[in-house]
């Protein structure tokens, strides 16, 4: 079984200073918010960050920039943290910019088996500095080498203790991708069945992938940015 009562424990043997964790999320949707935080409180180091984004201040991955723990971050998107920025611009952060759709491909190859890929993202930008390029049917393309990570942490809807994972809606993200490209996997879920499995017709991630799961602790799902219209005028009886 691999099913956990915590986060703490599902991590605990597993953490160690200087790894490469990749996590999924998007912003605030679909963040493995109690793993997180139990990396926080394991308190490792000199951690190698693979994600879309690294929260925003206070929030998500920002914790862990506020405890020092992160050495380095391949990201697609950083322009919500403020600390981040600071940490990076003052050189306690290293930042490796990675387009969204190449970062995705990383994680994908990572878990597939295959090294590295070819793409023309990228091409003739700071990206491809430094990179090896190849000419196919007369188009420049930039090699890019898959990401395989010590660790995953993902966030599921649905999970059994086999480690079966079903997502909802956005917050299936990448998630599905970082569960398959790290050596060790290790997912919270909203819904984790005691007895039976995720009906596998549903299942994205399938067990194989997954080491370990615990299930999600109850907290308000946190908003990284609310856009509403404004209400209409009401004219009338009855606001009609």
Known sequence: MKGRASAIEALENILADGQTVA????????????????????????????????????????????????RKVIASYVGENQLFAEQHMTGLVEVEFTPQGTLAERMRAGGAGIPAF??????????????PHADFDGRSFVLERAIVADVALVRAHLADTEGNLAYRLSARNLNPLVAACARVTVA?????????FVDPERVVTPGIFVQRVVRALPRQKDVEQRTVRPRPATTGAGGL
């Open 23 to 70: 996590v999924g999320g998007f912003g605030l949707c679909g963040v493995p918010v109690d793993l997180v935080d139990a990396v926080r409180q394991l308190g490792v180091r000199d951690l190698t960050i693979v994600s879309n984004n690294m929260g925003v201040d206070g929030k998500g991955l920002g914790l862990l920039l506020e405890t020092r723990q992160v």
């Open 118 to 131: 070819y793409t023309a993202t990228g091409v003739g930008t700071p990206v491809a500095e430094g990179k």
């Open 188 to 196: 919270e879920a909203e819904v984790l069945l005691d007895e039976g």
